[in-house]
């Protein structure tokens, strides 16, 4: 039976019984229910219940319910505003969301179905491998200093989902003493040697993503978008990045479409390029604003609107009024009367449409 269920009036770190009475409470729900948490440390949790309905556990203030390591293996299970200081996985698992909470180490959902991260905060890399049907959306990956590694990784043969209107500020790669460094991307399609194949049928749209050059070891960057696989549509993105690869795509039999992006350089005018390699076929590029599209392979290339780095009519500090070098949405605003103003077919005019209309 639906219905709400408070697990302490009180402190958890003041009630030593509310750890017992929120597994009590999981043991006894048969679906529809929401726990409700006061603040506290409530340890390591783990749920392998396949419930009825959705149940929901709430942290009654924002991030004030506290878990270390989180093992979920059931299915219908909501996490709502929570915060998560140690490793987060999903695993065999079905009918997961995972809303308003805050992620603070690496999180993973493999060889899961019915997927949801929406509206979290996510301070390290989250990986999704061998999904059925995700969403991903809404979320905003951060950490101070810039994030050391990749923010999404999407792995082998997950398909059918959704990546939108994500926040990915920044990242912070390190090269180490035996000359190896750190990969970042902010979303990176890859497939590992025993999969069965590459991810598809995805949507990634409407993300802001930006790398600060202040952050990380001078001669490493990160990638905005690095995507293999086929059935893709990349469109309405906002990108800065000092890389050569701020859009990439490679290994695909075909199928995928860069469409209606607005890429950027550094400040110094490095990077913002859009890149196709010779290990994909027939990828769709149009409507896109970049540096430079670079068509190593058989792309269908359209339309697209070219700045010059260096002073000239389309120099990209005069299509753009930069006051905050990329790291604000609002830097990808087009001057008024500019090639690639609003009415005109290039960018991602909807996306700045949208959060304009906030």
């Known amino acids: ?48 219940q396949v419930f009825n309905e959705p149940v929901t556990i709430r942290s009654e203030t924002p991030h004030g319910a506290r ?41 993973e959902a493999i060889s899961s179905q019915d997927i949801k991260f929406r509206g979290n905060e996510i301070t390290a890399t989250l ?19 810039g994030i050391n590694g990749d923010h999404l990784t999407i792995v082998d043969e997950t398909r059918s989902g959704t990546i939108a209107n994500n926040t990915m500020a920044d990242a912070a790669p390190v090269i180490n003493a035996d000359g190896t460094y ?6 990176q399609f890859y497939t590992t040697p025993s999969a069965g194949d590459w991810p598809s049928s995805i949507l990634i749209r409407g ?60 400040p110094d005018g490095s990077g913002g390029n859009i890149r196709v390699n010779n290990t994909s076929q027939g990828v769709y590029v149009d409507g896109n604003v970049a540096s430079w599209l670079f068509d190593q392979g058989t792309a269908v290339v359209g339309d697209n609107f070219k700045y010059e ?6 120099y990209f500090r005069n299509v753009f009024d930069l006051k905050n070098d990329g790291m604000v949405w609002t830097d990808f605003i087009p001057k008024e009367g500019s090639p690639i103003d609003f009415g005109s077919r290039y960018g991602a005019q909807k996306r700045l449409t949208e959060l304009g209309s906030r």
């Open 1 to 48: 039976m639906a219905g709400w269920l408070v697990v302490a009036a009180g402190s958890a770190d003041a009630d030593a019984n509310a750890r017992a009475r929120l597994d009590a409470a999981l043991a006894s729900t048969k679906g529809g229910e929401t726990i409700v948490l006061p603040d506290g440390d409530y340890g390591a949790l783990s749920i392998s």
């Open 67 to 107: 878990f270390g390591v989180v093992m979920i293996t059931g299915a219908n299970v909501v996490l709502d505003g929570i915060a998560v200081y140690d490793r987060f996985t999903l695993r065999n698992a079905s009918g997961i969301e995972v809303r308003n909470s805050r992620l603070g180490s690496w999180a």
């Open 127 to 145: 990986m999704m491998q061998k999904v059925l049907g995700f969403d991903v959306s809404n979320n905003f990956f951060y950490a101070e200093g």
């Open 182 to 187: 750190t990969h970042s991307d902010a979303i």
């Open 207 to 266: 993300n802001f993503i930006y790398d600060d050059p202040a952050t990380g070891d001078a001669g490493v960057w990160m990638q905005g978008i690095n995507v293999g696989g086929r059935d893709i549509i990349i469109e309405e993105n906002l990108v800065m990045a000092g890389t050569p690869n701020a859009i990439i795509v490679a290994n695909s039999p075909g199928g995928i479409e860069v469409r209606n992006n607005t890429v950027l350089p550094w």
């Open 309 to 314: 780095t260096g002073p000239s009519d389309n």
